[in-house]
């Protein structure tokens, strides 16, 4: 079973910036595809950002230039900076993981940016 653990959220004025973690423990085989994802109030769950063991990122159109995904494969971690935030980016964020093509998310992180 792989657990997720997210952390770094909180609230910040509009231009500021945040790191989100996501720490990966338990037992798994290999995880390839990571990444984040977003869900605002009244809305459909959405991604922001992924990254493969290899490194290649790919994000949202609403994000790119100012969200920076990342992973460091000693500690199992991801992570999410965040800068240049927008009220727009309010909403809790979930981490990703897929070992042997089995999705595994975290429990999520409230992001709050004040106009």
């Known amino acids: 079973q792989v657990q997720l653990v997210e952390s770094g959220g909180g609230l910040v004025q509009a231009g500021g910036s945040l790191r989100l973690s996501c720490a990966v423990s338990g037992r798994f085989f290999s995880l390839n595809a990571m990444g984040w994802y977003r869900q605002a109030a009244g809305k459909q769950r959405e991604l922001v950002a992924t990254?493969?063991?290899?490194?290649?990122?790919n994000y949202a159109g609403s994000v790119k230039g100012r969200f920076t995904i990342s992973r460091d494969g000693a500690r199992n971690t991801m992570y999410l900076q965040m800068v240049s935030l927008k009220p727009e980016d309010n909403a809790v964020y979930y981490c990703?993981?897929?070992?042997?093509?089995?999705?595994?998310w975290g429990q999520g992180t409230q992001v709050t940016v004040s106009s």
């Open positions: 990254i493969t063991s290899g490194g290649s990122t």
């Open positions: 990703n993981a897929f070992d042997r093509g089995v999705p595994y």
